[in-house]
């Protein structure tokens, strides 16, 4: 039989392989069957069997679920039919009314969830504040403060938050945490072993890895969060799939190898950008010249996959950029195998306005990649003629 929750190897590489309820002993089967069905068949009216409706409970979606939920050091996991969906599932255990504090510069699909719809159809409000200024913190707390959104590191900026502290401060005032752990994936953070409540991640990303599903997670650190997300994952009905379960599957079992390699090549071509003239600025947690580069060290595994970079020149000079790009391709999302560049001014925070995009230190010459499993010389060599293409006239 395969591993269970409460029995988790003390190796990461060998959860992604064993842990959770992946495998079936009734067939033997070493990977979990893709299981369609929609309706499950009863022996008897007193019958109760595991699985009734896939709405509700679907054996893919189950053995996916038993093994993020282990990695990430939880007791069990939602999964939703995108990442957005996920936030929207979080949001949900929220009474009307209620108040969010919020890290500035959050995703903008988060951001427009909170403000152009929870706002609406809840009343939901929002404060916006540097998650690392404790004061702003407890000075933004109001008696309807239900809930404080972590994201670290922050898209696209990366910026980290001290979650223990944040977590710290919100126990003590008997408030929920959940953190947006997307660019992180459970290989490179465990924030619920640094006291978070909720973990989310779009699982489209790195949790499937190869650019092929469409997927969103919610781990609960407690048995109580997560009947409470059952419960509403039951009756909103966003489920993630049996085939998107399937994929999200089969990449956990690379994500150690594939999570390893990304972030050393990220590494490289950052040290690379760092020393480029053509390049303003750098933002990248794992170099040294990083400000929050001792925090990173002491919640994250290494510094990520994700690079950013503000580069000299118009927009002109940016289209001339990404043009000459061979390898790296212009794409929304992150997290594949291949390397992916992403223009956050027009294309991930495009829906939020010029001066949202300001606030949260988003200019129109700032790049966000995604760096792959490629060589990372070949990926220097791109970017290094595509940089050159920029600075020309």
């Known amino acids: 039989m395969g591993l269970t929750m409460s029995d988790k190897p003390r190796n990461f590489a060998t959860r992604t392989i064993h842990a959770g309820e992946q495998f079936s002993v009734a067939d033997n089967a070493i990977f979990p069957a893709i299981v369609t069905a929609s309706s499950f068949t009863k022996r008897s009216l007193d019958d109760k069997p595991e699985y009734s409706y896939s709405r509700v409970g679907n054996p893919t979606r189950h053995a996916y679920e038993t093994c993020v939920a282990a990695l990430e050091e939880g007791v069990g996991a939602v999964a939703c039919a995108s990442g957005v969906n996920a936030t929207a599932t979080v949001l949900e255990l929220?009474?009307?009314?209620?108040?969010?504090?919020?890290?500035?510069?959050?995703?903008?699909?988060?951001?427009?969830?909170?403000?152009?719809?929870?706002?609406?159809?809840?009343?939901?409000?929002?404060?916006?504040?540097?998650?690392?200024?404790?004061?702003?913190?407890?000075?933004?707390i109001k008696p309807e403060t239900q809930l404080i959104w972590i994201e670290?590191?922050?898209?696209?900026?990366?910026?980290?938050?001290d979650i223990k502290a944040v977590c710290d401060l919100a126990k003590a005032r008997g408030i929920l945490t959940c953190i947006d752990n997307t660019f992180c994936s459970p290989w490179n953070q465990r924030p619920i072993t640094l006291g978070v409540d909720?973990?989310?991640?779009?699982?489209?990303?790195y949790i499937g890895g190869h650019s092929d599903l469409t997927g969103?997670?919610?781990?609960?650190?407690?048995?109580?969060?997560?009947?409470r997300l059952r419960r509403i994952s039951m009756a909103i009905g966003a489920v993630q799939g049996p085939f998107d379960c399937y994929l999200a599957l089969r990449g956990l079992k690379t994500l150690d190898v594939r999570m390893e390699r990304q972030c050393a090549n990220a590494l490289q071509v950052a040290r690379f950008l760092e020393s480029h003239a053509q390049v303003e600025q750098v933002y990248y947690p794992g170099l040294?010249?990083?400000?929050?580069?001792?925090?990173?060290?002491?919640?994250?595994?290494?510094?990520?996959?994700?690079?950013?970079?503000?580069?000299?020149?118009?927009?002109?000079?940016?289209n001339r950029l990404v043009e000459a790009?061979?390898?790296?391709?212009?794409?929304?999302?992150?997290?594949?195998?291949?390397?992916?560049?992403?223009h956050s001014w027009s294309m991930s925070h495009c829906s939020l306005s010029p001066e949202q995009k300001g606030v949260m230190g988003i200019s129109e010459n700032l790049l966000r990649l995604s760096v792959g499993i490629e060589d990372y010389r070949d990926l220097i060599e791109d970017l290094n003629g595509a940089l050159r293409a920029a600075a020309a006239v």
């Not at 152009?116 to 929002?126: H, K, Q």
């Not at 909720?198 to 990303?205: E, G, I, R």
């Not at 925090?295 to 020149?313: D, I, T």
């Not at 790009?325 to 992403?342: H, K, P, R, T």
């Open 94 to 140: 929220l009474p009307k009314d209620a108040h969010v504090v919020v890290m500035n510069g959050v995703y903008g699909g988060t951001f427009r969830i909170m403000e152009d719809y929870r706002s609406r159809t809840s009343g939901l409000t929002t404060t916006y504040v540097d998650l690392n200024d404790l004061e702003a913190v407890a000075a933004a």
């Open 152 to 161: 670290s590191p922050t898209n696209p900026l990366l910026h980290l938050v």
């Open 198 to 205: 909720l973990v989310m991640h779009s699982a489209s990303k």
């Open 216 to 227: 969103g997670v919610v781990v609960a650190a407690n048995d109580s969060l997560l009947a």
């Open 288 to 318: 040294e010249s990083h400000p929050q580069h001792e925090l990173c060290k002491r919640q994250m595994r290494s510094g990520g996959a994700v690079v950013a970079m503000k580069v000299k020149g118009d927009r002109a000079a940016l």
């Open 325 to 342: 790009l061979q390898i790296f391709v212009l794409a929304d999302s992150l997290g594949g195998v291949e390397s992916m560049i992403n």
